[in-house]
């Protein structure tokens, strides 16, 4: 009877320390790519700063910062007026959201808030408008629930376990919204972090189009297989050590990399800390095994380098 009461603390007690990690985990901050000089390193270099509260910024503008995000796109682009971000296209929207489900971006699929994610029958529409054949993903008799690194929950911070799940109907019906695409499928998901913006069914913003976008989202990609991991394992040592995070702020993590003319990391420094060693090393970890990235545009590097800012938040 002992013995179960101690182990029934102890998993509270897990609870209580990965509860403020987990109550919302946000991949990227902000993203700077600007022309420097820097003598050629092949070591990663890390430095560590005192901890304050930043302003993320992503390029200079005479009116004032624009982050760069993700949105799903109109069909008709149109210049926005006192748009505060950049993507890929110029767009207006009637009123601007943010998806409430955080995880990598994706846009809504058409379907039902109440359909199915396994039911996996879609429609391709070809370039005149006519509907190529239907394609049909058979779900397997049972599916092992895997580690989503971009949608971490308390479960996934713990010791870990996995469970079946029965497969749907092929005639289920699909999980997505009435006015979602009908090429994408289930809800819409974003992990941009967007302050005092109201949360909806889908990511609608304002937006500039960003010249180098294309190399910008590259290099979030390859962030995103890596970041969940990095954080979950720097999660599990502070448990071990008997610590916890406060959560009564964001904690924000502004890393400087540099990276040479073939995308290789020739140094890492931390801009600005989070107040906690163990979020800065998972920010650090992931940008050194994400790489190397894309070839920097040309017009961006200077004398063989170039220089990139980056943001991970742990939001409160």
């Not at 991949?27 to 420097?36: D, E, Q, T, Y």
């Not at 479960?155 to 005639?171: E, I, N, Q, R, Y």
Request: charged share 30%.
């Amino acid at each position: 009877m002992i013995e179960n009461k101690t182990n029934k603390d102890k998993d509270n007690f897990k609870k209580l320390l990965f509860l403020p990690i987990v109550v919302s985990i946000l991949f990227h901050g902000a993203f700077l790519i600007s022309r420097i000089d820097l003598k050629k390193s092949p070591l990663v270099k890390v430095s560590e700063s005192t901890p304050k509260k930043i302003k993320l910024k992503l390029r200079k503008s005479k009116t004032k910062p624009m982050q760069i995000v993700n949105s799903e796109l109109k069909k008709v682009k149109e210049d926005p007026k006192d748009a505060k971000y950049l993507s890929k296209q110029n767009q207006k929207v009637d009123r601007e959201t943010k998806a409430a489900t955080t995880g990598s971006f994706k846009s809504a699929g058409k379907g039902i808030r109440t359909g199915s994610k396994e039911a996996s029958q879609s429609v391709v529409q070809s370039s005149k408008g006519k509907s190529n054949e239907t394609k049909k993903v058979a779900a397997k008799k049972t599916k092992t629930k895997k580690f989503d690194p971009k949608n971490i929950k308390l479960t996934d911070l713990g010791l870990g376990s996995t469970f079946t799940k029965k497969p749907a109907s092929k005639s289920a019906p699909k999980l997505g919204l009435k006015n979602g695409q009908i090429k994408a499928f289930g809800l819409a998901q974003n992990n941009d972090f967007i302050e005092d913006l109201p949360l909806g069914d889908m990511t609608k913003l304002n937006t500039i189009e960003y010249k180098y976008y294309g190399f910008y989202f590259r290099i979030r990609q390859k962030l995103e297989q890596h970041w969940g991991d990095s954080l979950r394992k720097q999660a599990k040592k502070m448990w071990k050590k008997g610590r916890s995070i406060a959560s009564d702020e964001n904690k924000i993590t502004s890393l400087t990399i540099t990276i040479d003319k073939s995308g290789n990391i020739t140094e890492v420094k931390v801009k600005s800390t989070s107040g906690i060693n163990e979020l800065d090393d998972a920010a650090i970890e992931s940008f050194n095994k994400a790489g190397p990235f894309p070839n920097p545009p040309s017009d961006l590097v200077k004398n063989g380098y170039a220089k990139i800012e980056w943001g991970f938040v742990v939001k409160s």
